[in-house]
């Protein structure tokens, strides 16, 4: 079955460093996401991107994060300079379609520790 | 803006039981979908079931199933026949373009 790869599982950094979590979403997919999730707490919508740009984000998503589809096959999140709070599991998901009825696919997650 | 509510944050169920996790929605949408996603402690997200607001008739998958209530905008999964595999946490998503969570219930399953 197909997967989206995410990489890596855990990364450690420190405050004011910069970041780039890495995703590989399903190879026919159209519309890319990135979901946050703090422990203990909801998963909150990050970013989607269709079509090689930006077609929603949260008020979360400010300055600090950007996120690109540098070839065609990956799919990045930037975090310019990251703070205590950035602490979170981050999800990558692919989908078929905008709303698209299958659900998402979300990778494993990368689980980011700012200290 | 949509918000999901999962109004039981804790459950608990003797194995081989039946639960039901409760969830409400609230939308002006009429065409939207509604999933139920699994978190194991791997933190891994896996999709359990989904259900087309256009469709009346209530999603099933094996043990899973949903009682989609539209007009009411709730939402409730039942597991039939409960295993220890399926203590994890529960949350429930509407998605109409990008997907809004509950706050998710953690389900126990007692031996």
């Known amino acids: 079955e197909p997967e989206v790869t995410q990489t890596p599982s855990h990364q450690v950094t420190q405050m004011g460093q910069e970041v780039i979590l890495r995703c590989v979403p399903i190879?026919?997919?159209?519309?890319f996401y990135w979901y946050r999730q703090i422990l203990g707490q909801k998963v909150e919508f990050l970013v989607s991107?269709?079509?090689?740009?930006?077609s929603e984000k949260s008020e979360i998503f400010d300055d600090q994060f950007s996120v690109e589809r540098p070839d065609g096959s990956n799919f990045t999140l930037k975090i310019r300079s990251t703070k205590l709070e950035d602490s979170a599991m981050y999800f990558c998901?692919?989908?078929?379609?905008w709303g698209s009825g299958y659900g998402y696919t979300f990778g494993s997650g990368t689980r980011l520790t700012v200290v | 803006a949509q918000t999901v509510t999962q109004s039981q944050p804790e459950m608990s169920v003797q194995e081989a039981e039946t639960v039901t996790l409760s969830c409400t929605y609230d939308t002006s949408e009429s065409d939207y979908y509604l999933f139920w996603y699994k978190q194991p402690p791997s933190r891994q997200m896996i999709l359990v079931i989904r259900?087309?607001?256009?469709?009346?008739q209530n999603a099933t998958e094996n043990r899973f199933s949903v009682n989609f209530q539209k007009a009411a905008k709730s939402f409730s999964l039942k597991i039939s026949d409960s295993q220890l595999g399926d203590a994890a946490m529960y949350f429930c998503?509407?998605?109409?373009?990008?997907?809004?969570f509950g706050d998710g219930t953690t389900l126990t399953v007692k031996p």
């Open positions: 190879s026919n997919h159209l519309y």
């Open positions: 998503a509407y998605n109409a373009g990008k997907s809004t």
């Open positions: 991107f269709y079509n090689n740009e930006i």
């Open positions: 259900q087309e607001a256009y469709k009346q």
């Open positions: 998901a692919s989908g078929l379609g």
